[in-house]
Structure formats: C-alpha cells, structure tokens
C-alpha cells in the first residue's frame, strides 16, 4: 500500500511560497463558492506590487475576494465571473468584476477546447488513505478546470466534508503545491422569504405537478417557496435533478417527497446536483449521504439526460420578458445581476422531454425605490440580456396566469404575455404591440 503522505509533505509549503509560481499576464482559475482559496487568495494579493495583467476567473463568490478589493484601479488583477451572486454583483456595478457568458453543459468543455489555464487554486477537504482530495459540494466545472491547468495549487480546508459523486476528485500525482490553514466555518446561504404575489405564483405550479415528477429547482425566494409548497402538497415519489441543490430540497425530503425510485440506471434512488448551496444543515445532509451525487455540470445539465428523466419538471424565475417572448433573467437593462447558469439548458431539455414540463416565473411588476410600479412585461428590450430567445420560451407564469408560448405566432404572443401582465400596463403593451404590427384588430383580452 502507498504510504502518500511522504508525497503530501513534500508537496507542502506556504500560502506565500506557492503563489509565487504566478507571473504576470497569467490566466489563474479560483475554486467557486466553498471552494474559494481563502489562503491563497490573501498571499496572492499580497503580491500585487510584483505582478500585471494577471486575470482571474470564478463564480458564485460570495467574498472577500482581496485581489479585487485592494486593487480597486485594476493595475495588478482582473476579475472575470461566470454567474454572479450579490457580492460579485456589488464588484460589476463598481467596474471590478466582468462578466463570461456561458450555458453551464457548455462550461468543462470552455475549458477542456478553448481556454487557458496556467495556475489553478481551490480549496477541497483532506487527502484520503488513497491520496485522493475530494471537490465536496463545489463539484461543478472541478475536474474540468484542473484537467485544463498547467499548475495544480490546493488548499485544504477541513471544514470541507466529502460528497459521493463523479470526477468529484484529484489525486496528489496531479498536484503541484499544498497549502494549509485555518478556515470559519462555512458560510450558510438561507433560504429566501417569498411574497403574497410569489404564492400565487407557486400554487399555480404545483397544481401542475405530478407525482414522480423529476425536479429541478433555480435559486431565490421563489423556487423556494415552490420547494416549501411541494413538501405541504399531496405529492408523492418525486426526484431532484438540479444544477444546485438547494434548501427547498431539503425541505421536500424532510416531509417525506424525495425518493428518486423513478429514476433508472446510476441514478436510481440519487438526488443528482452540481453544487450544494444552502445552509449549514443542507450541507451536513449530503456529506456522505450514498442518496446524494455531486457531479460536473456536462453530466447534470446536458440536454440528453435531462430529457431520458421521467416527468422532468423545471422551474426557474426571471426578471422580465418582452412580447415577442424573449426573456431576460441575468440582467436589468444593461446591468448585470446574475448569469444564464442552466436555465437554458433545463429549459430545452424540459421541452425535449415527451414527459417534461418547464416553468419560467416573475411577478407582473415591481415597484421601485421611490414607488413607481414597473411592468416586467415589455413591448421590447433594450439593452437586457438575453437569457432564453423567443423560439425556446415555453410556459410563463406570473400571478395573473400561466401561458404556453410554444408555437405561437407573434400576434398570439401578445396577446397571451398581456393578459398576464399587471392590469395597470395592458392598454400601453396593446398599443405597443398595434404600433410593432403584431396585434390583431380582432384580438380581445378575456
């Protein structure tokens, strides 16, 4: 038996003596979410009068992040995210953080065909008897990333627990340099408080639930009062497939929903995600729970899975849609608020799926700062991004309906996203959409 702890220890050294390997105009790679080289990234900062041009990629940061926030001129660092979440948010509108747009099936495949890694840091639990370090709940694009690296840099973080998965590992052969220190706890991300207009909305989906049903579920106040609705509901014998596994499914496993019998194959009996994203007690419920997978993103978002699970049903939010169909969840005109992620991808492989079903869901409006209602349905963009086009939107719900868009033409478009839109803005998106020729003289709202 290989005693590689000999190789472990030769492998060890200081935050400050392994960040020593980047050079200028390097391209370095952080681990996401608890995967963040906490160590790393502060030796690294510390380096900044020494470096130029060094670009930096991650995701789902929630900070600090030192090599942003002590170089606010960006003469040392750049910082490049693939989906952010509020503290990356906060970097955007201040001119720090750029955004790398990417549909999450698509993301290990970016690494493994087109970019260029040269140093790779991540946290991830001990090493095992087998001189394998686990990727825990942070599996996503991994192994893709270090695949594509040319230097390995590790640090470990024994609050990190293991999770059962696949190519959620690396061995210390690949590796180039260990680190090691003290980490807090990790942080809980809770689960978001939903409203009295969110509640209509979730009703309206569950309704159209069925048992066995396969589930995906995005992030926000939203999906997981929808979680919280599944688990007061009659529903029996469903799974999770999901790039995120989320607090709502802890919710609907506590009361009994979560059996994942009618999955086949590998996935029998498995919730599968990508990433493990919650609270201290969803974390604890899949460190070694032989039930849960945490797998890299081209396996749980590829089309091709998602449409061989029976009754997949997806459920994601957005910020707005226009009516041709176009719908928007990344972006607020111009500023970015978060990233395509797998919307996209759940949402074609719900429609290819004989069996599936996918949900998009906003509230009609939203009141601003200083009291001003805004319709989330408009005539059309301008400047917001993109997330799902026209030809792949499907159902969209708000608290006035639920619409199926598949298939329709663009003057059965309008009239179908006005009749769901907030009363308040119908007569202006009518005119609208007479002025933009895609309105019937006939067309009568019920």
């Not at 807090?184 to 049903?213: H, K, R």
């Not at 974390?283 to 890299?296: H, K, L, R, S």
């Not at 792949?392 to 478009?413: C, D, F, H």
Request: aromatic content about 8%.
């Amino acid at each position: 038996m290989n005693d590689y702890n000999k190789e472990y220890n030769a492998k060890l050294t200081t935050p400050e003596k392994a960040v020593k390997v980047i050079k200028s105009g390097d391209w370095v790679d952080y681990g996401c979410l608890h995967a963040y080289p906490a160590l790393l990234d502060r030796a690294l900062a510390d380096r900044k009068e020494e470096l130029e041009d060094v670009k930096v990629r991650s995701l789902l940061m929630h900070g600090p992040l030192h090599i942003v926030e002590e170089d606010p001129n960006q003469e040392h660092f750049t910082y490049n995210s693939w989906h952010m979440v509020k503290f990356e948010r906060n970097l955007c509108d201040r001119g720090l953080c750029y955004f790398i747009p990417m549909l999450f099936r698509n993301l290990p495949g970016y690494y493994r065909r087109f970019l260029d890694v040269d140093v790779a840091m991540m946290a991830v639990t001990p090493m095992d008897e087998e001189g394998y370090f686990n990727f825990s709940v942070n599996n996503a694009t991994a192994r893709a990333v270090l695949d594509t690296a040319k230097v390995i840099i590790l640090e470990i973080n024994d609050k990190l627990p293991r999770l059962f998965g696949k190519e959620n590992k690396v061995h210390i052969s690949e590796v180039d340099a260990i680190v090691e220190g003290e980490h807090p706890d990790l942080f809980e991300i809770p689960s978001a408080s939903g409203s009295e207009i969110d509640e209509l909305i979730a009703n309206q989906i569950v309704s159209q639930m069925e048992d066995g049903a396969c589930v995906q579920l995005g992030v926000g106040g939203m999906p997981d009062l929808i979680g919280k609705k599944i688990a007061e509901s009659d529903l029996k014998n469903l799974g999770v497939h999901s790039e995120l596994i989320v607090n709502a499914n802890l919710d609907m496993y506590k009361a009994g929903k979560i059996t994942n019998s009618n999955k086949t194959g590998e996935m029998k009996g498995k919730t599968v995600g990508g990433l493990v994203y919650g609270t201290k007690e969803l974390v604890e419920w899949t460190a070694e729970n032989p039930d849960v997978m945490i797998c890299p993103m081209d396996y749980v978002n590829d089309v091709n899975i998602i449409r061989s699970l029976d009754k997949f049903t997806s459920i994601n939010s957005c910020v707005g849609v226009d009516l041709f169909g176009q719908i928007s969840s990344e972006s607020a005109g111009t500023r970015h608020i978060s990233g395509t992620g797998g919307q996209l991808d759940f949402l074609t492989g719900a429609y290819d799926n004989p069996t599936g079903k996918s949900f998009i869901c906003m509230p009609s409006s939203r009141v601003d700062r200083k009291g001003v209602r805004h319709s989330n349905v408009h005539a059309t963009f301008h400047g917001d991004i993109i997330t799902d086009p026209r030809s792949q939107s499907y159902q969209l719900v708000t608290e006035y309906g639920m619409v199926n868009l598949a298939g329709r033409s663009t003057w059965e478009r309008a009239e179908m996203l006005i009749s769901v839109a907030h009363p308040d803005f119908r007569e202006e998106l009518i005119q609208s959409a007479e002025e933009m020729k895609i309105w019937r003289r006939s067309n009568k709202l019920k």
